[in-house]
């Protein structure tokens, strides 16, 4: 069982917004600014997507954001595209002693 | 542009030892600043964080496998290797190398994983 909870599946049609939500705990989310998204096409490496909340790496298109509101984290990509598709992953920093804790992953499809 | 790769053999029996290496290029895995990690991917489960190595050799591991596991680095290979002694079925798991800055849970370049499996 992951630490933190997300969807196990989401899905839109290309153009349309979706949002993924993560929901940790007052040990995790609700505790740092630390939430990163991944973005994993299976059999490649995992690419971050989001850090800090709501930044996003260099590179990294401006279709994709990140927000938080108390324990739970939200992923949301705008203007879906067919490349969108893949595996979402949420991380987060935490007062456990483990660097990061993660979700266990939401598969979007891209209808 | 760093890249990760993860090497070791696919398929590992029970009560045996796990070993796997992570070759790192386009960065040096003794420029300081960064946690070298080990993450796995259990089959239908999220990620779990295993442990990082410091280019100072410091370790730090997942309370709940810090008894079976060990991260060591090879610096004239630029190269960190994972051991997990005493496997079983449920160490059977794709394992990623990922970077991320000393004191960050922000994982900014992975490797793209190796499945394990525990089986006789």
């Known amino acids: 069982q992951s630490a933190l909870t997300q969807p196990a599946s989401v899905s839109g049609s290309p153009g349309q917004s979706i949002t993924i939500s993560c929901t940790g705990t007052?040990?995790?989310?609700?505790?740092?600014?630390?939430v990163s998204w991944y973005q994993h096409h299976p059999g490649k490496a995992p690419k971050l997507i989001i850090s800090?909340?709501?930044n996003r790496p260099s590179g990294v298109s401006n279709r994709f954001s990140g927000s938080k509101s108390g324990n739970t984290a939200s992923l949301t990509i705008s203007g879906l595209q067919a490349e969108d598709e893949a595996d979402y992953y949420c991380?987060?920093?935490?007062?456990?002693?483990?660097?990061?804790?993660f979700g266990g992953g939401t598969r979007l499809t891209v209808l | 542009q760093v890249q990760l790769r993860e090497s070791g053999p696919g398929l590992v029996k029970p009560s045996q030892t796990l070993s796997l290496t992570c070759t790192v290029s386009?960065?040096?895995?003794?420029?300081?600043?960064?946690?070298w990690s080990w993450i796995r991917h259990h089959p239908g489960e999220g990620l779990e964080w295993i442990g990082y190595?410091?280019?100072?050799?410091?370790?730090h591991y997942s309370p709940s496998l810090r008894s079976r596991v060990s991260i060591s680095l090879d610096t004239s290979k630029n190269r960190f290797s994972l051991r997990l002694t005493s496997v079983t079925a449920a160490d059977t798991a794709t394992y990623y190398c990922?970077?991320?800055?000393?004191?960050?849970?922000?994982?900014?370049?992975w490797g793209q994983g190796t499945l394990v499996t525990v089986s006789s």
């Open positions: 990922a970077r991320s800055y000393s004191g960050s849970s922000t994982f900014d370049y």
């Open positions: 386009g960065a040096s895995i003794r420029g300081g600043n960064y946690y």
């Open positions: 190595i410091y280019y100072s050799g410091d370790t």
């Open positions: 007052s040990s995790d989310i609700g505790h740092y600014n630390y």
């Open positions: 800090a909340v709501n």
């Open positions: 991380g987060s920093y935490t007062t456990k002693e483990l660097l990061a804790v």
